[in-house]
């Protein structure tokens, strides 16, 4: 019998290391998040080329890594608080949709209070989470191609369309009346 990572605690004590990892990755946000406010485009002598490799480096390494690293985190919680859910025999649904309603509320604070925040967007994803985890694997992968290729297929369309107004703009016969000059 093969053991499951919330076979390894009990139901209501936290996972240490998912906790870890969180807040490691809630660090990464808050240090990416600070330095997107400062201007690292000065190029004036050698702090001005330090800014510019230390902006790349974050660029490069960190920036949506770190929001990766807790998007998938969010979904390990779900499924964690769906497997415990399951073996106590409880509804999942009102208790989830609860801390969904709570986590949506921290993000507007921090929309009002800053720049603004995922936090919502984390909290209305969730929702579609509790509509879709039901469903077969198979549909699952069907949901995740069409997530793929929906944005690029649109964005060929667009594209077209855009490079379509173009030609016809060039191919536009200018008539000019020329009574005017004589």
Known sequence: MSKTLTDTVSSNERIKSL???RGFALFGVLVVNMGSGNSANETNGLLGIANQIVSWTVRFFMTHKFISIYSFLFGIGFAIQLTRSDNRNSNFVPLYFRRLIILYLFGVA???LTDGDILQEYAMVAVLLLLIYKLPKNWLWVLALLYVLIPRVTE???SGRNEM??????NVKV???SSILD
């Open 19 to 21: 906790d870890i990892i």
């Open 110 to 112: 921090n929309f009002i």
């Open 156 to 158: 060929i369309i667009k």
């Open 165 to 170: 107004k173009i030609q016809a703009q060039l």
């Open 175 to 177: 008539i000019v009346d």
